[in-house]
């Protein structure tokens, strides 16, 4: 059984950073895309960062520059590492999963498969 469980999220000031972690079980994290969406309250979920089956990367403008993705294919485990935080990145957080084949590059949510519960962050201002 597929398994995805985020932390990591909490409170903190614009400009400070914040790390999340997804802990992934059930599946070989090298073997599928993994991403990372947010869903802000009356707002759609929206990609902010995927790793594709090749390793290469994708980040949503938004968050260019300020938000970096990983993962530990040894540990499956995922990473978000935020930096400059902004108001606007207040949202709960998502990780999620996908082994169809065109996931690569792709911060759709409809190709994603697996989803973890999310984890809140919250940015004042």
């Known amino acids: 059984e597929v398994q995805l469980v985020e932390s990591g999220g909490g409170s903190e000031q614009a400009g400070e950073s914040l790390r999340l972690f997804c802990a992934a079980s059930?599946?070989?994290?090298?073997?599928?895309?993994v991403a990372w969406f947010r869903q802000a309250p009356g707002k759609e979920r929206e990609g902010v960062a995927v790793?594709?089956?090749?390793?290469?990367?994708k980040y949503a403008d938004s968050v260019k520059g300020r938000f970096t993705i990983s993962k530990d294919n040894a540990n499956n485990t995922l990473y978000l590492h935020m930096n400059n935080l902004k108001f606007e990145d207040t949202a709960m957080y998502y990780c999620?999963?996908?082994?169809?084949?065109?996931?690569?590059?792709?911060?759709?949510?409809?190709?994603?498969?697996?989803w973890g519960q999310g984890t809140q962050v919250t940015v004042s201002s």
């Open positions: 790793i594709g089956m090749d390793g290469r990367t």
């Open positions: 999620a999963a996908s082994d169809w084949w065109w996931c690569s590059g792709d911060l759709r949510p409809t190709s994603y498969k697996y």
């Open positions: 059930g599946f070989t994290a090298s073997r599928y895309c």
